[in-house]
């Protein structure tokens, strides 16, 4: 047993419901003794006062239940979107507001570049705030015409490039598939969706972003991870091939890694008895800061996409329903056998309709073989209404509702893709709270960025990138909010008992905040400073911000 | 909707990456909906497929008859098999697997992709249209003739089925085994009523010749082929016929390709050289795929002017016959009794 060290705070938000608040936690071999006073704490014996902290906040550390370790890759590549983002380091990137601020940007870094031919590839890109504007070669070109230059969507399913990539790609005039877009002079445009174009594009000039996850991301991801105030982050859509469950392995391994990582194997990469083989192997190499368990299935695609599946009436504007990943019925196959195996299934839906094929397969998975206690999660589970959020409940499935969409793509749902009645009950966390569903909120980053005190804030006050206020009646309160970033969160994951609030026995994880975000104005609870994370009694620091 | 492969010219622009020495890969797409058979029409054209060196890309490695005692190499994504064959998995998404699967290129000849019960074959046959390195095989989309009525009716599946059914050159109709004639017929109208283009077949378990008919080596070696009445093939196939047709004039290109589009519900298989009045092609036809190259020999043997064909067909074949005498064919060696 090691010494107990107290750790000093001007309040410690504990979300531990028999004892709410405190001022001192004791710290003993990375968990948590127990909070209350200094007085209540000096009772467990000798203890090393740390009192760094006296004028600071702690919370529970964050748990985002759903967000992508790519989020540590993603910034070794220029981010052109719309909105600023923070990387790793701590430095700002400005938002490209215009085609000519991309230019600029990657003009920049291309002059920086000192090999002539390394691709420069370029993410985030979401021309969906530009109104109609497209971009095309016209622009990248003035980038570089020498050197490769690509710009992939934020959306994932669109792709500009540069005239030196048609080049390699063998993409001309001549070329007439589906997907290579044109003008009306028949030229292509560099932009470039569907597998077929984005295909010829990448087996040209490669993709960063392809093959197993590197130490690198997963070093990243974790700074990202404390400059937000996040101790436990899911890698929500993992290949569990040998040099991804390595490189998982051998970085959590090191005693100063400052995250507890969760990957969920992607259960389409092999057939199901081979999955849950691959994955109960994986989990003998569990500890305290790997935890492989969970499972994740995609079954549609996205709202602002139009590939999302809904009920009707079906799209606003009226674009065709959207796709599947794998066909319902064998969908619910594979939810059985999942299911039936003891897995904990982390299932992406975003449209009403897919929700709902979800939910009859839980259901029919539940009648079949009972568990009592399975937490099952529908993750972004965006257009769920109340019918289905009671069947949620009684079935016992938890949402993880996807609140920062409110935010970025907010104006767009009541304007195009649901209109402005179903845009309302969009990431419905009242609905949700209400019907008695366990309710997680997150970022899906680097979708959007890793946040959670602004992704609390987007369920508080569901205000759009235009200022509007998107079904104010959907609201949920600060403290809801912070309940959802933490132990709601943790009880999604089955993680519950171990992590989620300052309670004796769990992780010693907390958030360091500069103010509290039960007290501050609730629009101004994505503002509040994070001085840094303490990971299993540990503390870590917060990057500066620059720029 | 044709079905050509969309390419002007094998000698066109951007192929400057290929290497002359190469023939390109042929690219075919198993597609149709869940349960209609398509892992086991893989399995059965690994099975039967002679000296043909496959490429597979399935989703599922466990649903394959693969001996493991005959992997010899596996990098995790690529696994190559003693009898020639290579695997690939889908993992990280078919983007990325055909990137690395064509890393092993001089390997194989063929690549046979098992589309996903809900994918649209039509945009992974876009791989060929648009990658020198491939060429278009045929897209086949089996049907479950016990089933296909009822999935087209399921609003959750109907936009997805008639994606799939537009995209197919040719339409394999499985467990007629275990349907009855009533389901039978009834798929049969149904899959006329959507596309009436396109030739439906069925499956026969003894049927040897189905990696030929489906996988056509001759494709591979145009070159070399020499283009004869071979009435033997498909002798057991039932209700096939075939004819060959001979002209010493030169072709009319336009007429002959709209015959080509008019009978191709019934054409399963044809090919010939044909001298069109600008210059000499192979034709290769499987209903809607259907294919022209130049033919390399035509400037080496001024002599043989005469164009050939054989068309293997469902059913009775005097509509497609009649129309090729019209553009002045005639009958070489009428074997259609």
Sequence with gaps: MTKILVFQAKKIITMNASNPYATHVAVQDGRILGAGTLDEMAMYGAYDLNDSFADKILTPGFVEGHAHAMEGGVWDHPYVGYMDRYDPEGNRWKGATSMADVVDILSGIEAGMDTPDTPLFAWGFDPIYFGGDRMSVRELDQVSTARPVLVLHSNGHL????????????????????????????????????????????????????????????????????????????????????????????????????????????????????????????????????????????????????????????????????????????????????????????????????????????????????????????????????????????????????????????????????????????????????????????????????????????????????????????????????????????????????????????????????????????????????????????AHQARARKG | MGHNCGRHSPSGKGKKRVMATQQPVTFTVIGGFLGAGKTSLVNRLLANGGARRFAVMVNDFGALNIDESLITETDGQVMQLANGCICCSLAGGLVEAMINLMQYRDQFDHILIEASGVSNPSRIMDFARIDHELRCGLTIVLADATRLTDQLADPRLHETLQDQLASADIFLLTKTDIATKAQIAEARTTLAHHQPHVPIITLLSDDADLAQLLVPDDDTDSQSHHVHPDHHTHDHMQDFNSIALVSERPVNRLAFSRICKQFSHLILRGKGIIKFEQSAMIWHQTGRHINFTPHPDSHDRPDDKDSRLIIIAIEQLDAVSDALHQLGFTSYHDSSA
């Excluded at chain 1, 680097?446 to 005190?453: I, K, Q």
């Excluded at chain 1, 990138?465 to 912070?482: M, V």
């Design chain 1, 159 to 538: 792709l500009n490039v540069n005239s030196k990539v048609l080049e390699m790609a063998g993409i001309t005039d001549d070329t007439n598939v589906y997907g290579v877009l044109k003008d009306d002079a028949g030229k292509p445009t560099g932009e470039l969706m569907e597998m077929a174009a984005k295909y010829m594009a990448y087996k040209a000039t490669g993709n960063p972003f392809f093959g197993k996850i590197h130490h690198h991301a997963l070093e990243q991801y974790a700074k990202s991870a404390t400059n937000v105030g996040t101790t436990t982050a899911t890698d929500l859509f993992a290949t569990f091939d040998e040099g991804s469950l390595s490189a998982y392995r051998e970085v959590t391994a090191r005693d100063d890694y400052a995250l507890r990582l969760m990957p969920a194997m992607n259960t389409l990469d092999e057939g199901f008895e081979d999955g849950i083989a691959t994955l109960k192997a994986a989990q003998k190499d569990n500890h305290d800061r790997l935890h492989f368990g969970l499972c994740k299935v995609m079954t549609d695609g996205s709202i602002q996409g139009f590939t999302g599946r809904l009920k009707w009436p079906g799209y606003h504007n009226g674009a065709p329903n959207g796709l599947w990943n794998m066909p319902p019925e064998q969908l619910a196959e594979l939810v059985m056998a999942y299911h039936k195996a003891g897995m904990h299934l982390h299932i992406h839906t975003n449209g009403d309709e897919a929700s709902e094929v979800m939910i009859d397969a839980i259901e029919a998975a539940q009648t079949a073989h009972y568990r009592p206690d399975h937490r099952h999660t529908l993750q972004h589970c965006q257009m769920a209404d109340a019918s289905l959020f009671r069947r949620m409940a009684k079935l016992g499935i938890c949402a993880n509702l996807f609140a920062n969409h409110v935010y970025y793509w907010g104006d767009q749902h009541a304007a195009i893709t649901m209109g402005p009645d179903r845009a309302r009950r969009m990431d419905a966390c009242a609905t949700a709270l209400r019907e008695g569903v366990p309710l997680a909120i997150h970022s899906d980053a680097p979708v959007t960025p890793l946040a959670p005190l602004f992704t609390a804030w987007c369920a508080v006050n569901r205000i759009t990138a235009s200022g509007n206020i998107l079904g104010p009646e959907e609201r949920i309160s600060a403290s809801e909010a912070l309940y959802a970033i933490t132990l709601g969160a943790a009880y999604t994951l089955h993680m519950d008992h171990l992590i989620g609030s300052i309670e004796t026995g769990k992780y010693a994880d907390f958030a360091v905040l500069e103010n509290d975000p039960l007290e501050c104005p609730v629009d101004a609870i994505k503002d509040i400073p994070v001085w840094g994370t303490i990971v299993g009694g540990i």
